[in-house]
């Protein structure tokens, strides 16, 4: 019988590739490995769950038990892939309200006053902290205008952005490219 450990704090393909390491030196066989997920193939022993579980920690990582917490995490996996710019056209077009309800079958506004509950910070926050990271990202590799970033994250104009940009990092995106590369924070530690 398959089964499904979720994981609090894996949000980069790194992530997946420390996991993954960590199972095999554990032993414990697995079927796929995903952001913020383990599927297996059958559920965990208790020594094996006693084995893992320290080691994910030693690394950043937590298993998952609370509903809670799971919907959380599963919330924050899908708004990064959004941010990003990870998802299907059809479902970049949706609010990110009818997005999260849709993927996770709640309603907005549970999903929202939990989400501030637990982290301390709204969903949407949240979103614009990772829209920033990424534009961060894209600002260092300096292949794209800020014209192209703005609309590849989907703002409305480049004002919009560098408004954002400037309230998060205090730098204005064309400061940031010169000077704020070493500025970037890894996406676990938002």
Known sequence: MPATLLVKNMVC????MTVEDILRRTGIAYDRVMLGEI????????VQKDALIPQLHAVGFE???SHNTMLIEKAKQLIIRRARCEVAPREAALTLSRYLSDHLNYEYTHLSSMFS???GRTIEQYYIEQRIERAKELLVYGQHTLSEIAHQLGYSSV???SGQFKKITGLTPSHFREVGAARRQSLDKL
């Open 39 to 46: 599927q297996l193939p059958q559920p965990l022993t208790a």
């Open 159 to 161: 004002a919009h952005l």
């Open 63 to 65: 298993i998952i038990d």
């Open 117 to 119: 509950a637990v982290e």
């Open 13 to 16: 393909t790194r992530c997946i």
